[in-house]
T-cell receptor, first 110, second 110 residues
Framework: GQSLEQPSEVTAVEGAIVQINCTYQ??????LSWYQQHDGGAPTFLSY????GLEETGRFSSFLSRSDSYGYLLLQELQMKDSASYFC???????????FGTGTRLLVSP | EADIYQTPRYLVIGTGKKITLECSQT?????MYWYQQDPGMELHLIHY???????EKGDLSSESTVSRIRTEHFPLTLESARPSHTSQYLC?????????FGQGTRLTVV
């Protein structure tokens, strides 16, 4: 099967920049998405990379390198409300199968 | 605003009972997914569908079944509930790259 690995926890202070990494298995891989999930809530979509390079959406940016089987989510100007779990998700098998990574818990302190 | 609904939100049921978790979406999405998630943990793909009468098992071994008779409806059935099935079940639908999630069903089997 497909698997995606992330660091379990990242800590940072308000106003800082943090990068959350994701490595994935390449067999059948089509693209990489990122989702945010607050405690008790459902995951919400942040970004999607189909091609290599950087995608920017406000304070969040996402990067994909197919040659390295690697991607990351970059969060700038961190706010307390950014404290949440972040998941990368790989789209596999003809855009049909969406597999989530192990998840990274981000803790933002004052 | 995402239009994907799950019922019930909470369910407590005895061991051995048959249960069906409902999921409906009004966005006309071909792809739908069921995930199992314990608090603070990753999302495990149980089943997915890429259209009417087209379903596949995910990577998590499960004693559940699904059906996709209509585009908008993707129910998950447990034939005989066990305490090990206690978890949150999340349904999602997707057009191409962005997945929208329901609010989840929190299942407790006693």
């Amino acid at each position: 099967g497909q698997s995606l690995e992330q660091p379990s926890e990242v800590t940072a202070v308000e106003g800082a920049i943090v990068q959350i990494n994701c490595t994935y298995q390449t067999s059948g891989f089509y693209g990489l998405s990122w989702y945010q999930q607050h405690d008790g809530g459902a995951p919400t979509f942040l970004s999607y990379n189909a091609l290599d390079g950087l995608e920017e959406t406000g304070r969040f940016s996402s990067f994909l390198s197919r040659s390295d089987s690697y991607g990351y989510l970059l969060l700038q100007e961190l706010q307390m409300k950014d404290s949440a779990s972040y998941f990368c998700a790989g789209l596999y098998t003809g855009f049909q199968k969406l597999v989530f990574g192990t998840g990274t818990r981000l803790l933002v302190s004052p | 605003e995402a239009d994907i609904y799950q019922t019930p939100r909470y369910l407590v049921i005895g061991t051995g009972k048959k249960i069906t978790l409902e999921c409906s979406q009004t966005m006309g999405h071909d792809k739908m997914y069921w995930y199992q998630q314990d608090p603070g943990m990753e999302l495990h793909l149980i089943h997915y569908s890429y259209g009417v009468n087209s379903t596949e098992k995910g990577d998590l071994s499960s004693e559940s079944t699904v059906s996709r008779i209509r585009t908008e409806h993707f129910p998950l059935t447990l034939e005989s509930a066990r305490p090990s099935h206690t978890s949150q079940y999340l349904c999602a639908s997707s057009g191409r790259s962005e997945a929208f999630f329901g609010q989840g069903t929190r299942l407790t089997v006693v």
